[in-house]
């Protein structure tokens, strides 16, 4: 049995001037599926995680999430509807700890849960997670690898920790979609490739839908099971990495002729 | 971060000035009241400081408050002071409510001058209204106490204590709410707006909220202050009254709720002794305090209070 669509991105187009940032685009997303979003700086794949999470509205077309229709809600909807996002540069709080950054996330959700009343206290159990806000901030940051952090205030963290309390922050509210804006944009070579199996590790647990967008080709060849690639505001390759990253047009526009002999043909990694 | 009070901690630090009240001279009384009637106020504004936002108008809720109070009694002869207050509070709360959707919607210095002018409208309508005394305003009667009135000699000592079970019961209730996912959430939205409305929460809502709750507080403060001066004119709504609750809040600081408190008393003892000393240029001290606590203690006295605990 085939997963059902969860997200459905139907003829949206988006122009800032003259400029083109999403042509007519199609996109079907299914549940549980992990998706790597690539083309070159400007080809449109910051624009789609915008439209699809609320921050920028389409000139036209539909974008329907569980078959509703979300294109005009704010990006505050989208969140609390199950779409959250990551940052490519992290969004943190940061005169907070990093302990404290994921409380504000969780108390956010308790909040919500607690019908936002004004009496909502930091102890109570969060409805539908079972234990109150310290409790979860402190788990997340185990999970995310962060506990040597716990009380570090988040402007004085290395790059790579910060990408990863961003993400850590958006998984807060349970996402049924996570969307990653270059998980590993800024951070060292020989540090990626370990972040993003950490991440990929700590999200994919609760079976989230991945939609990441990302300039390594290992990265994407190594963790996406379907690849989008934009060119010019258009999806110019929706397949299987295997298949996209060969695409023609991909490698003369995205991957490039020179470098495709690194660009894997069957998937190398679990 | 804010440091967190207690209910022993506040009932010990009040404890001794209820009981040494009777034995404080009449003017310590009147000042301390009016301190308290302050710093209700500028605990609105810390709320507004935690978010990142400054209002300059906050005296039109202090003057909203009082003129409740005032009209309440002079016109209707109603005089029960715990109704007075809770009418005063519910007015300015219902004033902040209203106002609230437009303010909450503005930031920096437009949600600071929005609010200013709001205040300097009631001014411009309190000063024109004869009916009101005009620029003279009018006097208050007397107040009674659960229908107790009391004699001249206890008329500043009961006012004091109502002024100290306001101030304690809002303490409790806003130091509930700092604490609170809410309380966290305005030092989100001032550090990243962007960040928290991407998590599923409402910064608007959420100043909208605490925008109502200054103004509940500041209605509660001018109606104390109106009962303890005995008097009311437009100047309570004036930009420089809302200037001085400024004043007050920076001079404390925002690192606890009873910052405020410790503000409004020591704005008080510095007017008092400047007014006192120099009658024609007492700005001058007023001012020259200001400066040395923004270069030498950002962070206000109560800051002095966590440097004491490190030194020990």
Known sequence: MSNPTLLKV???NKTFGAVTAASDINVSVLKGECIGLIGTNGAGKTTFVNLVTGYLKPDTGVILYEGNDIT???SREITRLGICRSFQIPQLYNTLTALENIEVSYGIVSLSAHKESLFT???SMIPGYGKNIRQLAEESLERFGLTAYRDKLTRVLPGGVRKLLDIAMAMAVKPKILMLDEPTSGVSTEEKFDIMQMVMKAIRKDGTTVLFVEHDMEIVSQHAERVLAFYDGEIIADDVPEVALNDAKVLKYIVGDKHSSSVPTGKQHA | MTQQISLKKLTLLALPLLVASPWMPQWMLFMVTIAMANGLVGLGLMLFLRAGLVSFGQALYFCVGAYTTGLISHFFKFNEVLILLLLSALASGVL???LGFLLAKYRAIFFGLLSLAFSMILYGL????EALGSTDGFNIPAVTLLGWLPPSDLVRVSILWVAFITVGICLIFINGLIRS????????????EIRTEYMGGSARKTIHLIYVIAGVLAGLGGAIAAIAVGHIDPTMAFWTTSGEFIFITILGGIGSVLAPFLGALVFGVIHTLAFSNSPNTWQLLIGS???????LLPDGLWSLTSKFKRVK
């Not at chain 2, 309190?126 to 209204?129: C, D, H, I, M, Q």
């Open chain 2, 181 to 192: 996912p809410r309380g966290l959430l305005l030092t989100a939205i001032r550090d990243n």
């Open chain 1, 72 to 74: 005009s809600l704010p």
């Open chain 2, 126 to 129: 309190l000063a024109k209204s």
């Open chain 1, 121 to 123: 206290k930091t102890e």
């Open chain 2, 289 to 295: 305090t200001l400066i040395f606590v923004i270069l």
């Open chain 1, 10 to 12: 139907s003829g949206v």
């Open chain 2, 96 to 98: 902040a409510f209203a």
